[in-house]
T-cell receptor, first 112, second 113 residues
């Protein structure tokens, strides 16, 4: 079955650490997205990529970095510059054309 | 920036009743989408309506779009306890923002058995 896989499901980060969240899809989708969701809030766009080796900043990119070396993979690194990283992170993908997103099941990141 | 504003923030109904959620947005759009999220899970795409469409149906879901009022509504008919979830509208402004969705804050729907 095709889908989008995020790992790990739960992640704990110490102050000053960088951590990387994995997002892999086997849907052959061109576009991939990272969103952050805070409790009781909607989703805010961190980064997105429409094609391999290209990505753009979203609304809240500061303190985050991404890469898109393969069509299937779009990892997100939460750097120590992100001062309030505790949140639920969602990865999504979409195929070319006017279609909805397919979401992963999310990674819950907590700073300890 | 949050484009969509959902109303109400929370809705509590009995099984079998209809649930209506509203979404307002600020700028012109290419399409508007509705998603569902069960607690602690990823979002699931429900339905997409293009800017030149006024109404769309999918099973027990009915979506309307009024571009003159910059608003949309999602109707779930004959609700079930399994419909309990958060529902989000998301807008695609098109143009240089094509494919980039802006989400509202969501409506929490509780359906009591």
């Amino acid at each position: 079955d095709g889908g989008i896989t995020q790992s790990p499901k739960y992640l704990f980060r110490k102050e000053g650490q960088n951590v990387t969240l994995s997002c892999e899809q086997n849907l052959n989708h061109d576009a991939m997205y990272w969103y952050r969701q805070d409790p009781g809030q909607g989703l805010r766009l961190i980064y997105y990529s429409q094609i391999v080796n290209d990505f753009q900043k979203g609304d809240i990119a500061e303190g985050y970095s991404v890469s898109r070396e393969k069509k299937e993979s779009f990892p997100l690194t939460v750097t120590s510059a992100q001062k309030n990283p505790t949140a639920f992170y969602l990865c999504a993908s979409r195929r070319v054309g006017i279609y909805g997103y397919t979401f992963g099941s999310g990674t819950r990141l907590t700073v300890v | 920036s949050q484009q969509g504003e959902e109303d109400p923030q929370a809705l509590s109904i009995q099984e079998g009743e209809n649930a209506t959620m509203n979404c307002s947005y600020k700028t012109s759009i290419n399409n508007l989408q509705w998603y569902r999220q069960n607690s602690g899970r990823g979002l699931v795409h429900l339905i997409l309506i293009r800017s030149n469409e006024r109404e769309k149906h999918s099973g027990r879901l009915r979506v309307t779009l009024d571009t003159s009022k910059k608003s949309s509504s999602l109707l779930i008919t004959a609700s079930r306890a399994a419909d309990t979830a958060s529902y989000f509208c998301a807008t695609d402004a098109g143009g240089t923002s094509y494919g980039k969705l802006t989400f509202g804050q969501g409506t929490i729907l509780t359906v009591h058995p």
